[in-house]
């Protein structure tokens, strides 16, 4: 069974699809958090600072946008 993603998850897809997102500073970032434990996008550290991090969709996020019609192929 497919998760069911809100609307502002796929939104959030769809912007990390045209363009990763990096975020600066020791902040939360929940609205990130289950599309990460889901396998949808994926989190790193980047130097020089590593606070700063990346967040980039995966295949399995593209392959979620798809499902629900999203893909901005």
Do not use: C, W
Not at 44 to 65: F, H, N, R
Request: positive net charge; hydrophobic residues 30%; without cysteine.
């Amino acid at each position: 069974m497919t998760d069911i993603l809100t609307n502002d998850e796929i939104s959030l897809l769809r912007s990390l699809e045209k363009k990763s997102r990096t975020i600066t500073g020791n902040f939360t970032h929940k609205r990130y958090d289950r599309l990460e434990t889901k396998g949808y996008i994926k989190r790193s550290s980047q130097p020089p600072s590593m606070q700063d991090l990346l967040y980039e969709i995966t295949d399995v996020g593209k392959a979620a946008l798809r499902a629900v019609g999203g893909a901005s192929e």
